[in-house]
T-cell receptor
């Protein structure tokens, strides 16, 4: 899988939007962009995924650059429960390869 | 909500004991995985299975073993626990979604401490 680069940590204030960046300059045409998050003392959970177009769901929005070399996970209104490690992962369409986690971004939310 | 279950949630055990960490899922998915995660560190794949009687080792070498006799169960066993095995063990299942992109659902994990 192509590699992703994320900041080690970010801080946000409660009830403000959060933009979590991810660089993936070596992304291939068949790579989907996945985001997972891991709350303290829990297993990772799926957040959102996309290929080319921006995506929205009840948890977050995913903004994908036109050249697909970067993407941004957007939490529209951060809550204390959003404090977690957020992982940006590339995975080829219908590939047999495994989900490989990097270091992710640790998001801290201040009240 | 996750339909993948791991037991026990926490386990403290003495060195040399044999332990089995349980992982079960109710949806009949073929692909299942075990990851190991030390506190504050990345997740590393240690075992995976693509179906009954199929097991493979992952990227990170592990002294544990797994079995897949039934689709629903994917237990992980340590024959002789050592303090170096102290870690969190996370089980996951994989499913195909509407656009055929596969997603993982993780259990809550087993936090193992070997004393």
């Amino acid at each position: 899988d192509a590699k992703t680069t994320q900041p080690n940590s970010m801080e946000s204030n409660e009830e403000e939007p959060v933009h979590l960046p991810c660089n993936h300059s070596t992304i291939s045409g068949t790579d989907y962009i996945h985001w997972y998050r891991q709350l303290p003392s829990q297993g990772p959970e799926y957040v959102i995924h996309g290929l080319t177009s921006n995506v929205n769901n009840r948890m977050a929005s995913l903004a994908i650059a036109e050249d697909r070399k970067s993407s941004t996970l957007i939490l529209h209104r951060a809550t204390l429960r959003d404090a977690a490690v957020y992982y940006c992962i590339l995975r080829a369409y219908n590939a047999g390869n495994m989900l490989t986690f990097g270091g992710g971004t640790r998001l801290m939310v201040k009240p | 909500e996750a339909d993948i279950y791991q037991t026990p949630r926490y386990l403290v055990i003495g060195t040399g004991k044999k332990i089995t960490l349980e992982c079960s899922q109710t949806m009949g998915h073929d692909k299942m995985y075990w990851y190991q995660q030390d506190p504050g560190m990345e997740l590393h794949l240690i075992h995976y299975s693509y179906g009954v009687n199929s097991t493979e080792k992952g990227d990170l070498s592990s002294e544990s073993t797994v079995s897949r006799i039934r689709t629903e169960h994917f237990p992980l066993t340590l024959e002789s626990a050592r303090p170096s095995h102290t870690s969190q063990y996370l089980c996951a299942r994989e499913e195909s979604w509407r656009d055929r992109v596969d997603g993982y659902t993780f259990g809550s994990g087993t936090r193992l401490t070997v004393v």
